[in-house]
């Protein structure tokens, strides 16, 4: 039937270890975004120009902070629901490595097109979600086939 496995503890540990951090970087990104004045400022001067400020306006840009928040650890909490159940209910096979490695990638890309260059939490991000990558596809993809 190919090559189809339980997931590691030690693979779960680490996958779950690199989206819990992605997931805590990213709270803390929102959480200085919508506490940060300024950054309310000048996002109201951005996008509504005309517009003046008030508690609605300050209400839809909480409202979309927390939307990109929201799909920002979409992406990892799905990784680790799916490698908890890789590893307690059932097997795993390349596929599942595939789409982690898709889902982990995408998450890159989310990221890194949000061009936020002044906040460290942006590289750090980053970093993580290309360390989740390369742990994906060689230690549990291409590593995988050698080890056989």
């Keep these: ?3 189809v496995d339980r997931l590691s503890k030690k693979n779960f540990y680490i996958l779950v270890t690199l989206s819990g951090i992605i997931i805590l970087l990213s709270s803390f990104e929102a959480i200085l975004k919508v506490k940060d004045y300024e950054l309310f400022l000048m996002w ?3 996008n509504f120009p005309q517009q003046s400020i008030d508690q609605s306006l300050f ?4 409202t979309s902070e927390l939307s990109i928040y929201l799909i920002k ?3 990892p909490i799905s990784i ?3 490698a908890f ?3 307690t209910r ?3 096979s390349k596929i599942f490595v595939y789409v ?6 995408g998450g890159f890309a989310y990221t890194l097109f949000d061009f936020n260059l002044r906040s460290v939490f942006y590289y750090s991000i980053l970093l993580l979600y290309i360390i989740l990558t390369i742990f994906l596809y060689l230690f549990m993809g291409m590593g995988r086939e050698s080890s056989r």
């Design 1 to 3: 039937m190919g090559n």
């Design 44 to 46: 109201a001067k951005d």
């Design 59 to 62: 209400n839809t840009y909480v």
């Design 73 to 75: 650890v979409l992406i």
């Design 80 to 82: 680790s629901i799916m």
């Design 85 to 87: 159940f890789a590893l």
């Design 90 to 92: 059932i097997r795993y």
């Design 100 to 105: 982690w490695t898709v889902l982990a990638m």
